[in-house]
């Protein structure tokens, strides 16, 4: 799925700037990755986050 692939290449390029938690934002929907695990915590929806506040996070990357 190209979607996955771009969520791939996007870890490998936080881990390259020494990212360990970050936020990718595609599609609408915001998701918190463990980059050194290469796992997505949680994922929601852009349109929820209004009230939200996301932490320990350490870089935020917009995947177009």
């Given amino acids: 799925d190209e979607q ?3 969520i791939g290449d996007y870890i490998d390029k936080a881990a390259e700037k020494g990212s ?3 936020v990718f934002v595609l ?3 915001s ?3 463990g ?3 290469r796992t997505v ?3 929601m929806d ?3 986050m209004q009230q939200n506040i996301l932490t320990n996070v350490d870089s935020v990357a917009f995947l177009y």
């Fill in 4 to 6: 996955i692939k771009k």
């Fill in 35 to 37: 980059v050194e695990n």
């Fill in 46 to 48: 852009v349109k929820d």
């Fill in 31 to 33: 998701m918190v990755v």
């Fill in 20 to 22: 360990k938690e970050s």
């Fill in 41 to 43: 915590i949680t994922c």
């Fill in 27 to 29: 599609d609408g929907m």
